[in-house]
């Protein structure tokens, strides 16, 4: 056992499935709480990771915990999704007193037979997912059963290899996680600048009270007006006008006809974007596009998804290729000039944007609002020359973000090629290592 070329049971190379599926905090004499322990679920396991902030949190106290969780979620375990979907994956980094809910699995494993790194990237193996889908059951919906996992069958190399290869793919998921937080960062600052500015109106508000506007020289300052006005939308600074995203931009611009399109488009669907990452991206033939492939997409554009818009499926297009397309279900959002670019993403994606069209959105089962919806989002727009200073800070923000999501592809994609053949043994570390230099 753990020479290379070894396949074994799950059951055989963990010491524990944790399965509290069907747990709720009713059965167990309590309800959830404010706060306290979090309750995960299979809504927040997605692309190779937890994220928190993909449903709405929900929390028990620490009597139901300790009755939901008769062993606590360790560093190492592997968190899988038994069904809706199917195989979705996590790995646990460090120790975690969450509750295991709706269909979840977590794989504890053997220590010196199997690598939890490894396991986790093992998952993620074609042949390993052909067996666990083969092994699952369902019409509508593919599901396992506890009983059918422990049979899937993942390959194991010797433990120390395991640790390596673990540790090497690792790696390159903590440079992707890097990229993201400092994007994550980028874009924090971007959204305070606009709020300030163009909601809040902080250096106008502090002009009218006699102070010194607040992170600016005095060249910006002097641009920005020192009375306010009324308007529809309420008190604005004076001379600035009240609008709307619409106003400033032309609703998807640029369409592929059946005369003029391009041989090939890389299409990119709702599914593939979420908050200002664009995820997947998959090139067609024009001819066997699918038939929501028309929205040309062009440096500066703002995409934001129409279909359940609560989910966040935004993004900006910065250096795309010429080819780039978009599903009919964005509203894609093209600046009047290109300095409006970034002015037009942070109105259009701003949390009361978003909410606002979450709560306009028509249909239980496909809750979705018209394109025009999107453009009409309401904002007050600024003077031409506090515009063009917000561009100079912002732009490059926007522009940073996109760039470190490219690089973010293509570490993914990397890994991606990379796992397979390190997972079998077939590729040795060494090369793989000269492959990334």
């Given amino acids: 056992m753990g020479s290379d070329g070894d396949w074994q049971a799950i059951e055989d190379v963990v010491v524990d499935i944790l399965d509290r599926r069907g747990v709720t905090p009713l059965k167990l004499g309590g309800d959830f709480s404010a706060s306290g322990h979090r309750v995960i679920s299979a809504k927040l396991v997605k692309n ?39 195989g979705e994956l996590a790995y646990l980094s460090k120790d975690a007193d969450w509750c295991l809910g709706q269909r979840l699995f977590a794989l504890r494993p053997r220590a010196n037979v ?77 959204q305070a600048l606009f709020k300030s500015w163009f909601v809040d109106f902080d250096p106008v508000r502090a002009k009218v009270e006699g102070r010194e506007p607040e992170g600016m020289d005095a060249a910006t300052a002097a641009l920005f007006p020192s009375d306010f006005e009324d308007s529809e939308l309420g008190p604005i600074p004076g001379g600035w006008a009240a609008g709307t995203v619409g106003d400033i931009t032309t609703l998807n611009a640029s369409k592929w ?34 038939s929501r492939a028309h929205n040309h997409l062009r440096e500066g554009d703002t995409i934001v998804g129409t279909v359940r818009p609560g989910n966040r499926a935004y993004a900006y297009i910065h250096e795309p290729e010429e080819n780039l397309t978009g599903s009919t279900g964005f509203a894609v959002l093209s600046p009047n000039t290109p300095g409006l670019s970034s002015f037009v993403y942070l109105a259009s994606t701003s949390d009361e944007a978003i909410e606002r069209l979450a709560n306009l959105a028509d249909g239980a089962a496909y809750p979705a609002v018209r394109p025009g919806v999107v453009a009409d989002a309401p904002c007050t727009l600024p003077s031409g020359c506090v515009m ?32 397979p053949r390190l ?15």
């Fill in 48 to 86: 190779g990771r937890l994220d928190l902030e993909a449903d709405e949190a929900r929390f028990v106290d620490e009597s139901i915990y300790k009755k939901w969780m008769r062993l606590p979620l360790l560093a190492g375990d592997v968190i899988v999704t038994s069904e809706a979907p199917l």
């Fill in 423 to 437: 997972i079998s043994g077939k590729l040795l570390l060494p090369d793989a290592e000269a492959l990334l230099d």
């Fill in 257 to 290: 006809t059946s005369k003029k399109h391009p041989s090939t488009v890389r299409y990119v669907d709702l599914s593939g974007v979420t908050r200002n990452r664009i995820e997947t991206c998959t090139e067609f033939d024009f001819d066997a596009a699918p």
């Fill in 388 to 419: 063009e200073a917000f561009a100079q800070i912002a732009t490059p923000l926007l522009e940073g973000i996109a760039k470190n999501n490219a690089r973010a592809v293509a570490l993914a994609a990397l890994r991606d090629t990379l796992l």
């Fill in 114 to 190: 199997i690598d939890g790194r490894f396991l986790y990237y093992a998952l993620q193996t074609q042949a390993v997912r052909a067996d666990l889908e083969g092994r699952a059951s369902g019409t509508t919906v593919l599901g396992i059963r506890q009983a059918e996992l422990r049979k899937v069958l993942v390959p194991v190399l010797s433990i120390d290899v395991q640790r390596d290869v673990g540790g090497f793919l690792g790696s390159l998921d903590d440079r992707i996680d890097n990229l993201r937080q400092t994007n994550a960062t980028l874009e924090a600052i971007a």
